[in-house]
């Protein structure tokens, strides 16, 4: 195969999400700092953890790019240089921006490749070549875009063009939804968004009856687009990027594994005929979502991208057991237990590449060596050894058992 | 200060004529997010404008995918000679009408942009062609003041009108109407939710997709005087959902808002009015306490985190400083709750229970237990 394959680009809220994406497969991260990006709630990077994870990106290949997608007000601008400085130092590979007033600062402070942030909306060719005369390298389009219209922007406006293939989607166009702004006084638009969307709405829509609907009329599906690779490739798509700074170590590892190897058995095999496609989707079912739609990846989104249901009523089929913290014939395998499990439950290890470690949990101690039958949250133990097992790795269970 | 406004019939224009207006917006319903003409009709109200002596903007406020935009740049050369002046809000849209037309150009900046580097970049883009800025409805009342002053065109804000809170292309009612609705047919409904304290949203279904509003209207009219006085060009009125005839009124209490009148101006309107962040925007005040800022402070000498803190027993901690932690070290351990505690190691051993001086970055470190330290405290060398 002679295409060019799509960087996948991978959602990193803390440092060790980070590394967890880096080693599952992904080509590059996007982080937060303490300010100027819009998960306010999330952990995001310290300074320290900046340089720290952009090192450890570089060392294996992957690159960085720094949400700096807030609309920011003058106040928050002028505190933006000195950061803008320390990016630059550590070796950002780029920022993402949604603000012509912070893609100003940035071109003018730095030589940092600046990426256009999905919340400026940028939909069409013109748009495009706006932001790249303004000195953007990259688009990351609107979700409302199909494929097709994406890779005539990449053509016709001669820039780079990333596009979300995975995770929660905003209902409204984004940047142009100020629900929270108005409602509970917090700037959607600067990282204070309440998900009013997700709420259930009693609507009066003036019909006969005097019943009214009942609906979450305004929350949208999960966006998925597996099987869409071939499209996103034939279109020439630079990027691929999973929503989803605020979600778990499970989901950020996962993503990452999936979408890489099934870009890279495309690489190799020109086609997507392969029992393994349902694997992967097998996968991707394993991590909390909500239901699946295409979006407006293929078409318009229709009535039948709303996922008119109360949140949390999708449950994930498996859940997160721990991380591998350390493993060694010496140590075993040291798990740090982020869901309780019992004696002889089925553990499967999900490794950086290839198929699941399977273990079923006959021995359990903790890391003094005590017999356990049952494990804690938030504390340590110990497995025997099993070859392939190694540090960052993510343990699951299937829920429920 | 000039008034502005929109029309939709011959007689708004009537009306807008009468009040002395100079200008009017004028929405093709292929352009415009609420516009209501056809071509046709289009094309008759500006002709009737004109004679007026009105000069006539045409809005083209849509957001707009590559498909769709295509058709409309296209569309609009039909109508190039019957208008004067293009108000744009997608940014292709403002890059087309630049390099495509000769129009006079006006920005619609009411999303974000609120910054005065935002705003001089989109002036300075359009080199000499821009002729007005809206600017957003979230600015307070100092930040309008300083950028009208700085600005080299004229800015206009909103005075009266509805508050858009959200804009999607997706049709999110006629999903819920069964058969009784027909694509391109307008659906309003009024929501509510029992997770929001606020009640009766207006939302709206239409070709362009679906808008909700806030349950209150835009009003600065008690503060008319003053934005003219800071040299605002441009108030915009917005009757589309009311009464165009209530312009005379506003008008009136625009030029000179006695506050009897007001109040009775208020009690009369069909909606309850609020004037947002005029006075103050602390939209990003509670965002602090969003963070538990004790985890987020782990700059300088920050070595790790406590991952299990078992009684009588250990502290395990994940070194994640690359410089390690040696057994000299002196610990400050910050519990997740703020209390500090200050900690001499006497035992350091290894996840294979070996006592060692020194345990290495990304590693498992065992300490002695240190009573009232929780799992997820931070340490810091001290
Ligand atoms: S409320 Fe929903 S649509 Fe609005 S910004 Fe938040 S996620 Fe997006």
């Given at each position: 195969m002679s295409?060019?394959l799509?960087e996948?680009?991978?959602p990193?809220?803390s440092l060790?999400?980070?590394k967890?994406a880096?080693l599952?497969g992904a080509n590059a991260?996007?982080?937060g700092?303490?300010?100027?990006?819009?998960?306010?709630a999330?952990?995001?990077?310290t300074l320290?953890?900046l340089?720290?994870g952009?090192a450890?990106?570089?060392?294996?290949g992957a690159?960085?790019?720094v949400?700096l997608?807030?609309?920011l007000?003058d106040k928050?601008?002028?505190?933006?240089?000195?950061?803008?400085?320390?990016?630059?130092?550590?070796?950002v590979?780029?920022?993402?921006?949604s603000d012509?007033?912070?893609?100003?600062?940035?071109?003018r402070?730095?030589?940092?490749?600046i990426?256009i942030?999905?919340?400026?909306?940028?939909?069409?060719?013109?748009?495009?070549?706006f932001?790249?005369?303004i000195g953007?390298?990259?688009?990351v389009?609107?979700?409302?875009?199909?494929?097709?219209?994406?890779?005539?922007i990449?053509?016709?406006a001669?820039?780079?063009?990333?596009?979300?293939?995975?995770g929660?989607m905003?209902?409204?166009?984004?940047?142009?939804?100020v629900?929270?702004?108005?409602t509970?006084?917090?700037?959607?638009?600067?990282g204070?968004?309440?998900?009013?969307?997700?709420f259930?709405?009693s609507?009066?829509?003036?019909?006969?009856?005097e019943?009214?609907?009942?609906a979450?009329f305004m929350s949208s599906k999960?966006?998925?687009?597996?099987?869409?690779?071939?499209?996103?490739i034939?279109?020439?798509?630079d990027?691929?990027?999973i929503?989803?700074?605020m979600?778990?170590?499970l989901?950020?590892?996962?993503?990452?594994?999936?979408?890489?190897?099934?870009l890279?058995?495309?690489?190799?095999?020109?086609n997507?005929?392969s029992?393994?496609?349902?694997?992967?989707?097998?996968?991707?079912?394993?991590?909390?979502?909500r239901?699946?739609?295409?979006?407006?990846?293929?078409?318009?989104a229709?009535?039948?991208?709303i996922?008119?249901?109360?949140e949390?009523?999708?449950?994930a089929?498996?859940?997160?057991?721990?991380?591998?913290?350390?493993?060694?014939?010496?140590?075993?395998?040291?798990?740090?237990?982020?869901?309780?499990?019992?004696?002889?439950a089925?553990?499967?290890?999900l490794?950086f590449k290839?198929?699941?470690i399977?273990?079923?949990?006959n021995?359990?101690?903790?890391?003094?060596?005590?017999p356990?039958?049952?494990?804690?949250?938030s504390?340590?133990?110990?497995?025997p050894?099993?070859?392939?097992?190694e540090?960052?790795?993510?343990?699951?269970?299937?829920?429920?058992? | 200060?000039k008034?502005?406004?929109f029309?939709?019939?011959?007689?708004?224009?009537?009306?807008?004529k009468?009040?002395?207006l100079s200008?009017?917006?004028?929405?093709?319903q292929e352009?415009?997010?609420?516009?209501?003409?056809?071509?046709d009709?289009?094309?008759?109200?500006?002709?009737?404008?004109r004679?007026?002596?009105?000069?006539?903007?045409f809005?083209?406020?849509?957001?707009?995918?590559e498909n769709?935009?295509?058709g409309?740049?296209?569309?609009i050369?039909?109508?190039l000679?019957?208008?004067d002046?293009?108000r744009v809000?997608?940014?292709?849209?403002?890059?087309?009408s630049?390099?495509?037309t000769s129009?006079?150009?006006?920005f619609?900046?009411?999303?974000?942009?609120?910054?005065?580097?935002a705003?001089?970049g989109?002036i300075?883009?359009v080199q000499g062609?821009?002729e007005?800025?809206?600017?957003?409805?979230e600015l307070?009342?100092l930040?309008?003041?300083?950028?009208?002053?700085?600005?080299k065109v004229?800015?206009e804000?909103?005075?009266?009108?509805?508050i858009?809170?959200f804009?999607?292309?997706?049709l999110?009612?006629?999903?819920?109407?069964e058969?009784?609705?027909?694509?391109h047919?307008?659906?309003?409904?009024?929501?509510?939710?029992e997770?929001s304290?606020?009640?009766?949203?207006p939302?709206?279904e239409?070709?362009?997709?679906t808008?909700?509003?806030?349950i209150?209207?835009?009003?600065?009219?008690e503060f008319?005087?003053?934005?003219?006085?800071?040299?605002l060009?441009f108030?915009?009125?917005?009757?589309?959902?009311?009464?165009?005839?209530?312009?005379?009124?506003?008008?009136?209490?625009c030029?000179?808002?006695f506050e009897?009148?007001?109040?009775?101006?208020?009690?009369k309107?069909?909606?309850?009015?609020?004037?947002?962040?005029y006075?103050?925007n602390?939209?990003?005040?509670?965002?602090?306490?969003?963070?538990?800022?004790?985890?987020?402070?782990r700059?300088?000498?920050?070595?790790?985190?406590v991952?299990?803190?078992e009684k009588?027993?250990?502290l395990?901690i994940?070194?994640?400083?690359?410089?390690?932690?040696?057994?000299?070290?002196?610990?400050?351990?910050?519990h997740?709750?703020g209390?500090?505690?200050?900690?001499?190691?006497?035992?350091l051993?290894?996840?294979?229970?070996?006592?060692l001086?020194?345990?290495?970055?990304q590693?498992?470190?065992?300490?002695?237990?240190?009573?009232?330290v929780?799992?997820?405290?931070?340490?810091f060398?001290?």
């Amino acid at each position: 195969m002679s295409q060019v394959l799509p960087e996948i680009l991978a959602p990193a809220g803390s440092l060790d999400k980070l590394k967890v994406a880096v080693l599952y497969g992904a080509n590059a991260v996007y982080v937060g700092g303490q300010k100027f990006g819009l998960r306010t709630a999330a952990d995001n990077f310290t300074l320290d953890e900046l340089r720290e994870g952009v090192a450890f990106a570089h060392e294996r290949g992957a690159q960085v790019y720094v949400v700096l997608n807030s609309f920011l007000h003058d106040k928050d601008l002028l505190e933006l240089p000195e950061f803008v400085l320390f990016l630059e130092e550590i070796k950002v590979n780029a920022v993402i921006v949604s603000d012509l007033g912070v893609v100003k600062t940035v071109a003018r402070l730095s030589n940092i490749p600046i990426h256009i942030s999905t919340q400026a909306s940028t939909l069409n060719v013109e748009a495009a070549k706006f932001w790249k005369s303004i000195g953007a390298t990259r688009v990351v389009v609107g979700r409302e875009l199909s494929v097709k219209e994406a890779g005539k922007i990449k053509r016709e406006a001669n820039i780079e063009v990333e596009m979300f293939i995975h995770g929660s989607m905003c209902m409204a166009y984004s940047g142009h939804c100020v629900i929270s702004n108005f409602t509970q006084g917090r700037d959607s638009n600067r990282g204070g968004c309440a998900h009013s969307c997700r709420f259930e709405y009693s609507l009066d829509m003036g019909l006969d009856t005097e019943e009214k609907k009942k609906a979450f009329f305004m929350s949208s599906k999960d966006l998925e687009g597996l099987r869409i690779l071939p499209e996103f490739i034939n279109e020439g798509i630079d990027s691929l990027k999973i929503e989803g700074r605020m979600k778990s170590h499970l989901y950020t590892g996962t993503m990452s594994k999936i979408y890489t190897e099934a870009l890279r058995y495309y690489h190799e095999h020109g086609n997507f005929l392969s029992d393994d496609l349902l694997y992967w989707e097998s996968e991707l079912k394993k991590v909390s979502h909500r239901t699946y739609t295409n979006a407006s990846l293929i078409e318009k989104a229709g009535a039948e991208s709303i996922f008119n249901e109360r949140e949390n009523s999708t449950e994930a089929e498996w859940q997160m057991v721990g991380t591998v913290i350390e493993a060694s014939p010496n140590c075993g395998i040291v798990i740090e237990v982020r869901n309780a499990f019992n004696q002889g439950a089925e553990l499967e290890i999900l490794p950086f590449k290839g198929q699941v470690i399977n273990i079923i949990a006959n021995e359990i101690t903790d890391i003094m060596m005590k017999p356990l039958t049952r494990t804690k949250p938030s504390t340590l133990i110990k497995l025997p050894y099993k070859a392939g097992v190694e540090s960052m790795q993510l343990v699951r269970q299937k829920a429920n058992s | 200060m000039k008034l502005t406004t929109f029309a939709q019939t011959l007689h708004d224009l009537g009306l807008i004529k009468d009040q002395g207006l100079s200008e009017v917006i004028l929405g093709h319903q292929e352009f415009s997010r609420f516009g209501k003409l056809n071509n046709d009709e289009f094309l008759e109200l500006s002709k009737r404008a004109r004679e007026m002596g009105l000069k006539v903007i045409f809005e083209w406020d849509v957001l707009m995918t590559e498909n769709t935009f295509g058709g409309l740049a296209n569309k609009i050369k039909l109508f190039l000679d019957s208008f004067d002046s293009l108000r744009v809000q997608d940014p292709g849209a403002l890059e087309w009408s630049f390099k495509n037309t000769s129009k006079p150009l006006q920005f619609i900046a009411e999303n974000g942009n609120h910054n005065i580097v935002a705003l001089k970049g989109w002036i300075d883009h359009v080199q000499g062609r821009m002729e007005r800025i809206v600017l957003s409805i979230e600015l307070p009342r100092l930040t309008i003041e300083e950028y009208v002053k700085q600005l080299k065109v004229p800015c206009e804000l909103l005075g009266l009108g509805r508050i858009l809170l959200f804009y999607t292309p997706r049709l999110l009612l006629s999903p819920l109407m069964e058969d009784k609705f027909s694509y391109h047919e307008t659906i309003n409904a009024i929501g509510e939710s029992e997770e929001s304290p606020h009640k009766g949203f207006p939302i709206v279904e239409n070709r362009h997709g679906t808008f909700m509003f806030h349950i209150k209207d835009f009003c600065l009219i008690e503060f008319a005087q003053d934005l003219s006085k800071m040299g605002l060009g441009f108030f915009r009125l917005d009757f589309r959902w009311t009464e165009m005839d209530l312009l005379k009124i506003v008008k009136g209490l625009c030029a000179n808002s006695f506050e009897g009148e007001l109040e009775a101006f208020k009690e009369k309107y069909p909606q309850d009015l609020m004037r947002g962040f005029y006075l103050v925007n602390k939209t990003d005040v509670l965002f602090p306490k969003l963070k538990n800022h004790r985890l987020q402070n782990r700059e300088g000498n920050y070595i790790g985190e406590v991952m299990e803190a078992e009684k009588g027993s250990h502290l395990a901690i994940l070194v994640k400083n690359p410089k390690g932690l040696s057994k000299t070290d002196k610990l400050r351990i910050v519990h997740p709750k703020g209390e500090i505690f200050e900690v001499n190691i006497f035992s350091l051993r290894n996840l294979s229970l070996e006592e060692l001086d020194f345990i290495g970055p990304q590693k498992m470190a065992l300490i002695q237990f240190v009573g009232g330290v929780w799992v997820k405290s931070q340490v810091f060398y001290q």
